[in-house]
């Protein structure tokens, strides 16, 4: 069972404890059903009933006793709204996703987190953030032992250019989040409970939150031992927790958007207490508009997400526009947006407009949508008047002229289709805050959000070029001739989440997207590749000579000690080595890094071998699986003859990773490994995938070679032949 459907059953569970409540809209998962009469219904279904003060009445007096209620029942107390350290969670509107792997954040050139050139680009495309959710982890995770701690650890400049890295988001007004993952049990055991562990390390950052992968809902022993450390954390569940765990979780997702449809639900957890936030997630949607109006409608927030595990599915103009005004508008309101009197729902003039009624002592806001496909600038509203009262149409920038009937003023302005509206009501001058609001909104607005396109684009990604090298003519020693020919390459990304989208994988140099299967017939010319991988022996040849000291040296060659590797480890392949370090080994020995068709050439030959071998799987060619918790080492290069492939090729596929091509886009790198490795951490899915056939590859996300190298990852060399 994966994370997801373990998420739905656990959601249903809990909701059947609702059920036994005298209420006549029981919540759907996350959703509060609105009335009824908001839906249309056809000639077939029966006689359509508008919606009037009544309906709306008793279903607002339905939900209100479901909460008081349901409050009851789950011993709410919401103490932890109040903690001072935590109270920013309840304006953080708009939170990324962000891959470390992104460009835009570190530039591994100048070897220097690059924060501010990260958030001035999400500034310019949509407004900004207000926290991040930083992600070190999956789907790299599991290539070796490294824990989820380890992953930030090996980040450049470990845990002090870290807390560096925090800081320079926090000089910006913008917090910090990491991700925990319960289903890391299969790495490295930390060295205490994870309660523990997790509270001290985002305390040695100074980190803000912490989101629970694949949680419903992060039990309380996290919030409480980050309090003893003194540092509490606000605690962000992917799924959808039980009611009581709104008490310490302050933030969640709302992953919903399955749940769509025109008529918007009420967040149940928003609804419960209007100080928790939800972010709506919906990271593979490429028209964003639902989430943004959710959210805008529940006064909640939503998850920017665009880098998806490397896979870039970025935020078109229309919604990055769109979402630069909502989240304008929210976080000048914010204070509207936790009142306790919330009204969804707010009776409005046309069919397909929603409102929310947002109180707070003599003022009121109501934040609106236009879920309609059309303009309407007409009557949308009518609110009590008292004398003297004012109105405000904050998301144009205008004072509105109500047309008054009797104590009732109708308040008329613009929306537009997929839309947005926001109003104010007041006896005095607006507040300072809302003045300045206004008068962004002004010139904001002058440009309607339908002249932003909604075209959306996959971004373009190109190999890294690998120079050739020096044609010879006789076989040189320790390699073997492939004599090149006529070749169909086809392979596959072996991804675990992007189903066949557009994006997902790579982008070949002769394709002109990325996509997970490839298939091309080409030409490949003769060259030589080395029988085995390049070994540890070797290696301290090259450092020997070459004198070469990386400038990241961090995990370099992490496994030797004083210079020099373990006992008994010269012919084993050599590891924890970065792409870099590749490089310039084959540079200092007039070699090259294959690409990657060239390896699968030389491992499955004309007669297309599923296996270097054969057609089927032989245990005794490989390396006998390891699946403890700790790396225990390869096997010598040599240990496994019949592993060869036809050409005479060794130990290409189940001992160690070995690296081929890099790919870049605007926002990731990636290196292209193949052949697998001898490490299966155990106990969940979501570990970085093996690669065994001749038709598969693993795509690594890279950062930095601190953290790009590993302990299951080695490299082989070609040369070009005349």
């Given at each position: 069972?994966?994370?997801?459907?373990?998420?739905?059953?656990?959601?249903?569970?809990?909701?059947?404890?609702?059920?036994?409540?005298?209420?006549?809209?029981?919540?759907?998962?996350?959703?509060?059903?609105?009335?009824?009469?908001?839906?249309?219904?056809?000639?077939?279904?029966?006689?359509?009933?508008?919606?009037?003060?009544?309906?709306?009445?008793?279903?607002?007096?339905?939900?209100?006793?479901?909460?008081?209620?349901?409050?009851?029942?789950?011993?709410?107390?919401?103490?932890?709204?109040?903690?001072?350290?935590?109270?920013?969670?309840?304006?953080?509107?708009?939170?990324?996703?962000?891959?470390?792997?992104?460009?835009?954040?570190?530039?591994?050139?100048?070897?220097?987190?690059?924060?501010?050139?990260?958030?001035?680009?999400?500034?310019?495309?949509?407004?900004?953030?207000?926290?991040?959710?930083?992600?070190?982890?999956?789907?790299?995770?599991?290539?070796?032992?490294?824990?989820?701690?380890?992953?930030?650890?090996?980040?450049?400049?470990?845990?002090?250019?870290?807390?560096?890295?925090?800081?320079?988001?926090?000089?910006?007004?913008?917090?910090?989040?990491?991700?925990?993952?319960?289903?890391?049990?299969?790495?490295?055991?930390?060295?205490?409970?994870?309660?523990?562990?997790?509270?001290?390390?985002?305390?040695?950052?100074?980190?803000?939150?912490?989101?629970?992968?694949?949680?419903?809902?992060?039990?309380?022993?996290?919030?409480?031992?980050?309090?003893?450390?003194?540092?509490?954390?606000?605690?962000?569940?992917?799924?959808?927790?039980?009611?009581?765990?709104?008490?310490?979780?302050?933030?969640?997702?709302?992953?919903?958007?399955?749940?769509?449809?025109?008529?918007?639900?009420?967040?149940?957890?928003?609804?419960?207490?209007?100080?928790?936030?939800?972010?709506?997630?919906?990271?593979?949607?490429?028209?964003?508009?639902?989430?943004?109006?959710?959210?805008?409608?529940?006064?909640?927030?939503?998850?920017?997400?665009?880098?998806?595990?490397?896979?870039?599915?970025?935020?078109?103009?229309?919604?990055?526009?769109?979402?630069?005004?909502?989240?304008?508008?929210?976080?000048?309101?914010?204070?509207?947006?936790?009142?306790?009197?919330?009204?969804?729902?707010?009776?409005?003039?046309?069919?397909?407009?929603?409102?929310?009624?947002?109180?707070?002592?003599?003022?009121?806001?109501?934040?609106?949508?236009?879920?309609?496909?059309?303009?309407?600038?007409?009557?949308?509203?009518?609110?009590?008047?008292?004398?003297?009262?004012?109105?405000?149409?904050?998301?144009?920038?205008?004072?509105?002229?109500?047309?008054?009937?009797?104590?009732?003023?109708?308040?008329?302005?613009?929306?537009?289709?997929?839309?947005?509206?926001?109003?104010?009501?007041?006896?005095?001058?607006?507040?300072?805050?809302?003045?300045?609001?206004?008068m962004a909104m002004k010139a904001m607005t002058i440009r309607p959000l339908s002249s932003y396109s909604s075209q959306w684009r996959t971004v373009s990604q190109k190999v890294v070029e690998i120079p050739l090298t020096k044609s010879v003519a006789g076989t040189p020693a320790g390699m073997i001739k492939i004599a090149g020919g006529d070749y169909v390459f086809k392979v596959e990304g072996i991804e675990i989440e992007g189903s066949d989208d557009v994006g997902v994988d790579v982008q070949y140099p002769w394709e002109d997207t990325p996509r997970r299967y490839h298939e091309r017939r080409m030409q490949i010319k003769p060259f030589y590749i080395d029988k085995y991988e390049v070994t540890n022996a070797s290696f301290k040849k090259f450092l020997d000579a070459s004198h070469y000291r990386p400038r990241d040296p961090v995990n370099f060659l992490r496994d030797w000690k004083n210079g020099t590797y373990p006992e008994g480890w010269s012919n084993k392949p050599v590891t924890w080595v970065s792409l870099e370090d590749a490089r310039e080994y084959a540079k200092w020995a007039g070699k090259r890094l294959p690409h990657e068709w060239e390896w699968q050439f030389a491992a499955e030959g004309q007669d297309r071998r599923s296996y270097p071998w054969g057609n089927r799987w032989e245990d005794s060619a490989v390396p006998k699986p390891?699946?403890?918790?700790?790396?225990?080492?390869?096997?010598?290069?040599?240990?496994?003859?019949?592993?060869?492939?036809?050409?005479?090729?060794?130990?290409?596929?189940?001992?160690?990773?070995?690296?081929?091509?890099?790919?870049?886009?605007?926002?990731?790198?990636?290196?292209?490994?193949?052949?697998?490795?001898?490490?299966?951490?155990?106990?969940?899915?979501?570990?970085?995938?093996?690669?065994?056939?001749?038709?598969?590859?693993?795509?690594?996300?890279?950062?930095?070679?601190?953290?790009?190298?590993?302990?299951?990852?080695?490299?082989?060399?070609?040369?070009?032949?005349?």
């Open positions: 069972m994966n994370r997801l459907e373990i998420a739905c059953l656990l959601t249903l569970v809990l909701t059947q404890t609702v059920f036994g409540q005298d209420t006549r809209y029981r919540p759907n998962n996350q959703l509060i059903p609105a009335p009824e009469c908001l839906s249309l219904r056809g000639a077939w279904q029966g006689e359509h009933a508008a919606c009037d003060a009544s309906t709306h009445d008793a279903w607002l007096k339905d939900i209100s006793h479901w909460r008081f209620e349901r409050k009851i029942r789950i011993g709410f107390d919401g103490w932890r709204y109040a903690e001072p350290a935590l109270k920013w969670a309840q304006s953080s509107f708009i939170q990324p996703q962000m891959m470390v792997h992104d460009r835009y954040f570190y530039d591994p050139v100048t070897s220097k987190y690059t924060v501010d050139r990260y958030l001035d680009d999400l500034e310019k495309r949509y407004g900004g953030i207000d926290s991040v959710l930083i992600w070190p982890t999956y789907p790299n995770m599991g290539i070796d032992d490294r824990n989820q701690h380890d992953m930030i650890r090996c980040m450049p400049g470990g845990v002090a250019g870290v807390k560096k890295m925090v800081a320079d988001f926090h000089r910006r007004g913008v917090r910090v989040l990491f991700p925990m993952m319960m289903w890391d049990q299969g790495t490295r055991n930390p060295d205490e409970p994870w309660p523990q562990a997790i509270a001290s390390l985002m305390k040695e950052i100074d980190a803000d939150g912490i989101n629970g992968d694949t949680q419903d809902g992060v039990p309380v022993a996290f919030s409480l031992a980050a309090e003893k450390t003194g540092h509490p954390l606000a605690f962000e569940p992917e799924a959808s927790p039980a009611d009581e765990a709104l008490a310490w979780n302050v933030m969640t997702w709302g992953q919903y958007t399955s749940n769509f449809s025109l008529v918007p639900g009420v967040d149940r957890f928003r609804w419960l207490e209007t100080r928790h936030m939800v972010n709506i997630s919906d990271r593979w949607n490429r028209n964003k508009n639902d989430d943004l109006q959710y959210a805008f409608f529940n006064g909640e927030g939503w998850e920017s997400w665009e880098n998806i595990w490397g896979i870039w599915n970025g935020i078109t103009p229309r919604d990055g526009e769109a979402t630069r005004r909502m989240a304008t508008i929210e976080r000048a309101i914010a204070p509207f947006l936790v009142s306790q009197d919330w009204e969804p729902f707010y009776p409005t003039h046309f069919y397909g407009v929603f409102a929310s009624r947002w109180p707070l002592n003599e003022q009121t806001v109501w934040t609106i949508v236009n879920r309609n496909e059309y303009d309407i600038e007409s009557r949308q509203i009518s609110v009590p008047a008292a004398e003297g009262m004012r109105f405000f149409d904050l998301y144009h920038g205008a004072e509105l002229k109500p047309e008054m009937e009797g104590d009732t003023a109708v308040l008329s302005f613009a929306l537009e289709a997929h839309g947005f509206g926001a109003v104010l009501a007041t006896s005095n001058d607006p507040p300072q805050q809302v003045q300045k609001l206004m390891d699946k403890g918790r700790l790396l225990v080492g390869p096997d010598d290069v040599d240990a496994h003859p019949t592993g060869a492939s036809r050409s005479g090729v060794m130990d290409m596929v189940g001992n160690v990773w070995q690296w081929t091509d890099e790919y870049l886009d605007d926002h990731t790198r990636a290196g292209i490994l193949r052949g697998g490795s001898y490490y299966q951490p155990q106990g969940s899915i979501w570990y970085f995938p093996q690669a065994y056939k001749n038709t598969q590859h693993g795509k690594l996300l890279l950062m930095a070679p601190s953290y790009d190298r590993a302990g299951t990852l080695g490299f082989r060399c070609v040369m070009d032949a005349e």
